[in-house]
């Protein structure tokens, strides 16, 4: 029985799952973007919380606020921004939700190497 060949109906449902998981990829691909883009932009907020008085929760928005007034240290803290700013429009997810996606997409990358 070890060697028997798999039924057509064991192929059928084996290519359909492949089919499933080559579905999923660009989907997949799309939500690793979103949580790299996270993951860059959580460090982008700490150099910048590293920059700025009393290191702030909102730390783009108080950098922001500095740069366009022209305050003590605009200089530093434009080219923090200009890295931000792209990585906010990707960066959908908060950082619990970038979590979870993190794992789930784990998980896909092992059924996909068991397969």
Known sequence: AANAEPSEAMRSRWAEVHRQLQDLAPLSEKMQRR?????????????????????PE????????????????AAALEPLLAKAAPLEAVATYGVKMAEK???????????RTRL
């Open 101 to 111: 996606v993190n794992d789930l997409l784990t998980r896909l990358d092992v059924c």
């Open 35 to 55: 949580c790299k883009a996270r993951a860059e932009l959580e460090i982008v907020k700490a150099e910048l919380r590293a920059l700025l008085p009393g290191s």
């Open 58 to 73: 909102d730390s783009i928005k108080v950098a922001q606020d500095i740069v366009d007034s022209k305050g003590e240290g």
